[in-house]
Protein backbone atom coordinates (compact mmCIF):
# COMPACT_ATOMS: atom_id res chain seq x y z
CA UNK A 1 0.00 0.00 0.00
CA UNK A 2 0.84 3.36 -0.36
CA UNK A 3 0.05 6.56 1.90
CA UNK A 4 -0.01 10.54 1.44
CA UNK A 5 0.27 12.26 4.55
CA UNK A 6 -0.68 15.96 4.48
CA UNK A 7 -0.15 18.81 7.06
CA UNK A 8 0.28 22.43 7.39
CA UNK A 9 -3.25 23.69 6.69
CA UNK A 10 -5.14 26.10 9.12
CA UNK A 11 -6.59 29.55 9.04
CA UNK A 12 -4.94 32.78 8.31
CA UNK A 13 -4.85 36.59 7.28
CA UNK A 14 -5.18 37.74 4.01
CA UNK A 15 -1.90 38.31 3.09
CA UNK A 16 -0.09 35.95 5.32
CA UNK A 17 1.70 32.50 4.27
CA UNK A 18 1.03 28.55 5.24
CA UNK A 19 3.34 25.71 4.30
CA UNK A 20 1.68 22.34 3.35
CA UNK A 21 3.80 19.03 3.22
CA UNK A 22 2.75 15.71 2.07
CA UNK A 23 4.97 12.75 2.57
CA UNK A 24 4.54 9.88 1.14
CA UNK A 25 4.78 5.73 2.17
CA UNK A 26 4.55 2.50 1.60
CA UNK A 27 5.84 0.29 -0.87
CA UNK A 28 7.39 3.18 -3.76
CA UNK A 29 10.14 1.86 -6.28
CA UNK A 30 9.65 5.22 -7.92
CA UNK A 31 7.75 8.80 -8.07
CA UNK A 32 6.70 10.61 -11.22
CA UNK A 33 5.04 13.59 -10.86
CA UNK A 34 3.57 15.33 -7.50
CA UNK A 35 1.44 18.31 -6.90
CA UNK A 36 -1.09 20.43 -5.05
CA UNK A 37 -5.14 20.51 -6.02
CA UNK A 38 -7.62 22.58 -4.57
CA UNK A 39 -11.35 22.72 -3.74
CA UNK A 40 -13.56 24.91 -2.84
CA UNK A 41 -17.11 24.54 -1.34
CA UNK A 42 -20.15 23.79 -4.66
CA UNK A 43 -16.72 23.94 -7.31
CA UNK A 44 -15.02 20.73 -8.65
CA UNK A 45 -11.08 19.93 -7.96
CA UNK A 46 -8.60 22.22 -9.49
CA UNK A 47 -4.89 21.88 -9.77
CA UNK A 48 -3.23 24.26 -8.33
CA UNK A 49 0.70 23.16 -8.77
CA UNK A 50 2.56 20.31 -10.36
CA UNK A 51 6.75 19.33 -9.99
CA UNK A 52 7.89 16.63 -11.60
CA UNK A 53 10.95 14.06 -10.22
CA UNK A 54 13.13 16.44 -11.85
CA UNK A 55 12.22 19.36 -10.72
CA UNK A 56 10.25 21.72 -13.18
CA UNK A 57 7.35 22.83 -12.14
CA UNK A 58 4.39 24.32 -13.22
CA UNK A 59 1.23 26.68 -11.71
CA UNK A 60 -2.24 27.89 -12.22
CA UNK A 61 -2.63 31.21 -13.05
CA UNK A 62 -4.24 32.23 -9.84
CA UNK A 63 -1.52 31.48 -8.03
CA UNK A 64 1.67 32.19 -10.39
CA UNK A 65 3.88 34.65 -8.33
CA UNK A 66 2.64 33.67 -4.93
CA UNK A 67 3.00 29.82 -4.94
CA UNK A 68 6.07 27.42 -4.74
CA UNK A 69 5.99 23.86 -4.94
CA UNK A 70 9.20 21.89 -4.25
CA UNK A 71 9.96 18.11 -3.42
CA UNK A 72 12.42 16.41 -1.30
CA UNK A 73 12.93 12.94 -3.36
CA UNK A 74 15.16 11.23 -0.65
CA UNK A 75 11.94 11.43 1.86
CA UNK A 76 9.07 11.58 -1.18
CA UNK A 77 7.50 14.52 0.12
CA UNK A 78 6.52 17.19 -1.63
CA UNK A 79 5.87 20.90 -0.33
CA UNK A 80 3.46 23.88 -0.94
CA UNK A 81 4.25 27.42 0.11
CA UNK A 82 1.38 30.13 0.16
CA UNK A 83 2.54 33.54 0.41
CA UNK A 84 -0.05 36.73 0.02
CA UNK A 85 -2.57 34.32 0.19
CA UNK A 86 -6.03 35.68 -0.77
CA UNK A 87 -9.42 35.07 0.73
CA UNK A 88 -9.98 33.37 -2.69
CA UNK A 89 -7.66 30.32 -2.17
CA UNK A 90 -9.93 29.14 0.71
CA UNK A 91 -10.52 25.00 -0.01
CA UNK A 92 -9.57 22.22 0.82
CA UNK A 93 -6.04 21.19 -0.26
CA UNK A 94 -5.13 18.05 -1.84
CA UNK A 95 -2.05 16.33 -2.78
CA UNK A 96 -0.93 13.71 -5.48
CA UNK A 97 2.09 11.01 -6.33
CA UNK A 98 1.93 9.36 -9.34
CA UNK A 99 3.91 6.10 -7.94
CA UNK A 100 5.48 2.75 -9.42
CA UNK A 101 4.67 0.36 -6.80
CA UNK A 102 7.54 -2.06 -5.77
CA UNK A 103 7.14 -5.45 -8.14
CA UNK A 104 4.35 -3.53 -10.45
CA UNK A 105 5.42 -1.88 -14.01
CA UNK A 106 2.04 0.30 -13.19
CA UNK A 107 1.56 3.83 -12.31
CA UNK A 108 -1.23 4.63 -9.80
CA UNK A 109 -2.39 8.14 -9.01
CA UNK A 110 -2.78 8.48 -5.23
CA UNK A 111 -4.33 11.14 -3.46
CA UNK A 112 -3.54 12.74 0.52
CA UNK A 113 -6.84 13.12 2.71
CA UNK A 114 -7.06 17.08 2.22
CA UNK A 115 -5.92 19.66 4.80
CA UNK A 116 -8.36 23.11 5.04
CA UNK A 117 -6.97 25.92 4.31
CA UNK A 118 -9.31 28.64 4.94
CA UNK A 119 -7.99 32.78 4.47
CA UNK A 120 -9.89 35.22 5.98
CA UNK A 121 -10.57 39.14 5.06
Known amino acids: QVQLVESGGGLVQAGGSLRLSCAAS????????MGWYHQAPGKQRELVAV???????NYADSVKGRFTISRDNAKNTVYLQMDSLKPEDTAVYYC???????????????WGQGTQVTVSS
Open 96 to 110: HADVKRSYSSSWIRY
Open 26 to 33: GSISSINN
Open 51 to 57: ITNGGIA
